[in-house]
T-cell receptor, first 110, second 112 residues
Framework: QKEVEQNSGPLSVPEGAIASLNCTYS??????FFWYRQYSGKSPELIMF????GDKEDGRFTAQLNKASQYVSLLIRDSQPSDSATYLC??????????FGKGTKLSVIP | DAGVIQSPRHEVTEMGQEVTLRCKPI?????LFWYRQTMMRGLELLIY????????DSGMPEDRFSAKMPNASFSTLKIQPSEPRDSAVYFC??????????FGPGTRLTVL
Protein backbone atom coordinates (compact mmCIF):
# COMPACT_ATOMS: atom_id res chain seq x y z
CA GLN A 1 0.00 0.00 0.00
CA LYS A 2 1.59 3.23 -1.17
CA GLU A 3 1.20 5.98 1.40
CA VAL A 4 1.76 9.71 1.32
CA GLU A 5 1.69 11.45 4.67
CA GLN A 6 1.15 15.12 5.39
CA ASN A 7 0.48 17.05 8.57
CA SER A 8 -3.16 18.10 8.30
CA GLY A 9 -2.53 21.43 10.01
CA PRO A 10 -3.78 24.03 10.09
CA LEU A 11 -0.43 25.70 9.65
CA SER A 12 -0.67 29.38 10.48
CA VAL A 13 2.00 31.86 9.38
CA PRO A 14 2.05 35.66 9.40
CA GLU A 15 1.98 37.53 6.12
CA GLY A 16 5.47 37.89 4.69
CA ALA A 17 6.88 34.84 6.49
CA ILE A 18 8.10 31.58 4.99
CA ALA A 19 5.61 28.72 5.03
CA SER A 20 7.11 25.23 5.09
CA LEU A 21 4.96 22.27 4.07
CA ASN A 22 6.22 18.72 4.43
CA CYS A 23 5.38 15.34 2.94
CA THR A 24 6.75 11.82 3.36
CA TYR A 25 6.09 8.83 1.13
CA SER A 26 6.44 5.09 1.57
CA UNK A 27 7.27 3.80 -1.92
CA UNK A 28 11.04 3.91 -2.55
CA UNK A 29 10.35 3.44 -6.25
CA UNK A 30 8.62 6.81 -6.49
CA UNK A 31 9.91 8.93 -9.35
CA UNK A 32 7.81 12.07 -9.59
CA PHE A 33 6.57 14.47 -6.96
CA PHE A 34 3.92 17.15 -7.21
CA TRP A 35 2.43 19.92 -5.15
CA TYR A 36 -1.15 20.96 -5.79
CA ARG A 37 -2.98 23.88 -4.22
CA GLN A 38 -6.70 23.56 -3.49
CA TYR A 39 -8.81 26.51 -2.46
CA SER A 40 -11.97 25.74 -0.51
CA GLY A 41 -14.68 24.49 -2.86
CA LYS A 42 -12.32 24.40 -5.84
CA SER A 43 -10.33 21.73 -7.65
CA PRO A 44 -6.63 20.93 -7.12
CA GLU A 45 -4.35 23.19 -9.13
CA LEU A 46 -0.79 22.17 -10.00
CA ILE A 47 1.87 24.42 -8.46
CA MET A 48 5.11 22.55 -8.95
CA PHE A 49 6.65 19.22 -9.80
CA UNK A 50 10.11 17.84 -9.06
CA UNK A 51 11.86 14.69 -10.23
CA UNK A 52 15.44 15.00 -8.98
CA UNK A 53 17.01 15.36 -5.56
CA GLY A 54 17.62 18.93 -4.52
CA ASP A 55 15.75 22.18 -4.87
CA LYS A 56 13.57 23.56 -7.62
CA GLU A 57 12.50 27.18 -7.51
CA ASP A 58 9.60 28.89 -9.25
CA GLY A 59 8.92 32.42 -8.14
CA ARG A 60 8.03 32.41 -4.45
CA PHE A 61 7.79 28.62 -4.39
CA THR A 62 10.62 26.14 -3.80
CA ALA A 63 10.18 22.38 -3.88
CA GLN A 64 12.78 20.27 -2.12
CA LEU A 65 13.27 16.53 -2.64
CA ASN A 66 15.32 14.05 -0.63
CA LYS A 67 14.79 10.55 -2.00
CA ALA A 68 17.05 8.92 0.58
CA SER A 69 14.82 10.23 3.35
CA GLN A 70 11.65 9.82 1.25
CA TYR A 71 10.79 13.39 1.96
CA VAL A 72 9.53 16.26 -0.16
CA SER A 73 8.74 19.77 0.96
CA LEU A 74 7.32 23.02 -0.36
CA LEU A 75 8.54 26.41 0.81
CA ILE A 76 6.48 29.51 0.15
CA ARG A 77 8.44 32.73 0.61
CA ASP A 78 6.81 36.07 1.39
CA SER A 79 3.52 34.32 2.18
CA GLN A 80 0.39 36.21 1.18
CA PRO A 81 -3.19 35.84 2.43
CA SER A 82 -4.03 34.58 -1.08
CA ASP A 83 -1.77 31.58 -0.38
CA SER A 84 -4.27 30.37 2.24
CA ALA A 85 -5.44 27.02 0.93
CA THR A 86 -4.94 23.29 1.33
CA TYR A 87 -1.73 21.98 -0.23
CA LEU A 88 -1.75 18.42 -1.55
CA CYS A 89 1.40 16.39 -2.03
CA UNK A 90 1.22 13.75 -4.79
CA UNK A 91 3.70 11.03 -5.66
CA UNK A 92 4.05 9.00 -8.85
CA UNK A 93 5.88 5.73 -9.47
CA UNK A 94 6.15 5.91 -13.23
CA UNK A 95 2.78 4.42 -14.08
CA UNK A 96 1.00 7.77 -14.66
CA UNK A 97 -0.97 7.05 -11.48
CA UNK A 98 -0.49 9.44 -8.56
CA UNK A 99 -1.01 8.84 -4.84
CA PHE A 100 -2.17 11.92 -2.96
CA GLY A 101 -1.71 12.91 0.65
CA LYS A 102 -4.69 14.29 2.55
CA GLY A 103 -3.28 17.78 2.43
CA THR A 104 -2.05 20.47 4.78
CA LYS A 105 -4.27 23.48 5.38
CA LEU A 106 -2.28 26.72 5.33
CA SER A 107 -3.58 29.95 6.81
CA VAL A 108 -1.64 33.17 6.17
CA ILE A 109 -2.57 35.78 8.74
CA PRO A 110 -2.55 39.43 7.55
CA ASP B 1 -7.38 26.07 -24.59
CA ALA B 2 -10.24 24.56 -22.57
CA GLY B 3 -9.38 22.58 -19.48
CA VAL B 4 -11.09 19.45 -18.21
CA ILE B 5 -14.85 19.88 -18.31
CA GLN B 6 -17.21 18.16 -15.90
CA SER B 7 -20.97 18.11 -15.62
CA PRO B 8 -23.09 18.58 -13.69
CA ARG B 9 -21.31 20.81 -11.17
CA HIS B 10 -23.81 19.94 -8.47
CA GLU B 11 -26.11 16.95 -8.17
CA VAL B 12 -28.66 16.31 -5.45
CA THR B 13 -30.50 13.01 -5.61
CA GLU B 14 -32.37 10.60 -3.41
CA MET B 15 -31.06 7.28 -2.20
CA GLY B 16 -31.62 4.54 -4.72
CA GLN B 17 -31.53 6.78 -7.78
CA GLU B 18 -29.04 6.44 -10.62
CA VAL B 19 -26.42 9.15 -10.92
CA THR B 20 -24.28 9.82 -14.01
CA LEU B 21 -21.28 12.13 -13.92
CA ARG B 22 -19.64 13.30 -17.12
CA CYS B 23 -16.14 14.37 -18.08
CA LYS B 24 -14.43 15.76 -21.16
CA PRO B 25 -10.63 15.58 -20.91
CA ILE B 26 -8.19 18.08 -22.34
CA UNK B 27 -7.88 17.53 -26.07
CA UNK B 28 -4.91 15.30 -26.89
CA UNK B 29 -4.60 13.84 -23.42
CA UNK B 30 -4.59 10.04 -23.44
CA UNK B 31 -5.02 9.39 -19.70
CA LEU B 32 -8.21 10.06 -17.78
CA PHE B 33 -8.66 9.64 -14.03
CA TRP B 34 -11.75 9.63 -11.79
CA TYR B 35 -11.26 10.63 -8.13
CA ARG B 36 -13.51 10.99 -5.14
CA GLN B 37 -12.72 13.48 -2.37
CA THR B 38 -14.12 13.46 1.16
CA MET B 39 -12.93 15.10 4.35
CA MET B 40 -12.32 11.73 5.98
CA ARG B 41 -10.51 9.91 3.17
CA GLY B 42 -9.04 12.73 1.13
CA LEU B 43 -8.58 12.30 -2.63
CA GLU B 44 -9.04 8.69 -3.71
CA LEU B 45 -8.40 7.32 -7.18
CA LEU B 46 -11.40 5.33 -8.39
CA ILE B 47 -10.38 4.29 -11.90
CA TYR B 48 -8.18 5.44 -14.76
CA UNK B 49 -8.15 4.97 -18.51
CA UNK B 50 -5.42 5.00 -21.13
CA UNK B 51 -6.49 5.49 -24.73
CA UNK B 52 -10.11 4.81 -23.67
CA UNK B 53 -9.22 1.46 -22.05
CA UNK B 54 -9.67 1.00 -18.28
CA UNK B 55 -6.27 0.25 -16.75
CA UNK B 56 -6.93 0.05 -13.03
CA ASP B 57 -10.36 0.01 -11.40
CA SER B 58 -9.22 -1.31 -8.03
CA GLY B 59 -10.35 1.90 -6.37
CA MET B 60 -13.98 1.50 -7.40
CA PRO B 61 -15.68 0.95 -4.05
CA GLU B 62 -18.27 -1.61 -5.13
CA ASP B 63 -20.32 -2.92 -8.01
CA ARG B 64 -22.69 0.01 -7.76
CA PHE B 65 -19.98 2.11 -9.42
CA SER B 66 -19.14 1.80 -13.11
CA ALA B 67 -17.16 3.93 -15.55
CA LYS B 68 -16.91 4.06 -19.31
CA MET B 69 -14.90 5.94 -21.88
CA PRO B 70 -16.54 5.40 -25.28
CA ASN B 71 -14.17 7.81 -27.06
CA ALA B 72 -11.17 10.04 -26.43
CA SER B 73 -13.28 13.05 -25.53
CA PHE B 74 -15.89 11.66 -23.16
CA SER B 75 -16.15 9.56 -20.02
CA THR B 76 -18.92 8.77 -17.56
CA LEU B 77 -18.99 7.59 -13.97
CA LYS B 78 -22.25 5.98 -12.97
CA ILE B 79 -23.57 5.09 -9.53
CA GLN B 80 -26.58 2.80 -9.41
CA PRO B 81 -28.20 2.68 -6.92
CA SER B 82 -26.83 5.68 -5.06
CA GLU B 83 -26.47 5.74 -1.26
CA PRO B 84 -25.94 8.61 1.20
CA ARG B 85 -22.34 7.47 1.80
CA ASP B 86 -21.60 8.22 -1.84
CA SER B 87 -21.92 11.93 -1.10
CA ALA B 88 -18.60 13.53 -2.02
CA VAL B 89 -16.91 15.67 -4.62
CA TYR B 90 -15.99 13.68 -7.72
CA PHE B 91 -13.11 14.96 -9.83
CA CYS B 92 -12.01 14.02 -13.29
CA UNK B 93 -8.39 14.65 -14.31
CA UNK B 94 -6.44 14.09 -17.49
CA UNK B 95 -2.81 13.87 -18.53
CA UNK B 96 -0.93 13.52 -21.77
CA UNK B 97 2.61 12.30 -22.26
CA UNK B 98 3.65 12.93 -18.66
CA UNK B 99 2.26 12.05 -15.24
CA UNK B 100 1.23 15.65 -14.59
CA UNK B 101 -2.52 15.60 -14.06
CA UNK B 102 -4.93 18.48 -14.64
CA PHE B 103 -8.19 18.49 -12.75
CA GLY B 104 -11.68 19.48 -13.75
CA PRO B 105 -13.89 21.65 -11.52
CA GLY B 106 -15.54 18.63 -9.91
CA THR B 107 -19.09 17.47 -9.30
CA ARG B 108 -20.46 17.88 -5.79
CA LEU B 109 -22.82 14.94 -5.22
CA THR B 110 -25.32 14.87 -2.39
CA VAL B 111 -27.39 11.74 -1.88
CA LEU B 112 -30.31 12.24 0.50
Amino acid sequence: QKEVEQNSGPLSVPEGAIASLNCTYSDRGSQSFFWYRQYSGKSPELIMFIYSNGDKEDGRFTAQLNKASQYVSLLIRDSQPSDSATYLCAVGAGSYQLTFGKGTKLSVIP
Amino acid sequence: DAGVIQSPRHEVTEMGQEVTLRCKPISGHDYLFWYRQTMMRGLELLIYFNNNVPIDDSGMPEDRFSAKMPNASFSTLKIQPSEPRDSAVYFCASSGGTDTQYFGPGTRLTVL
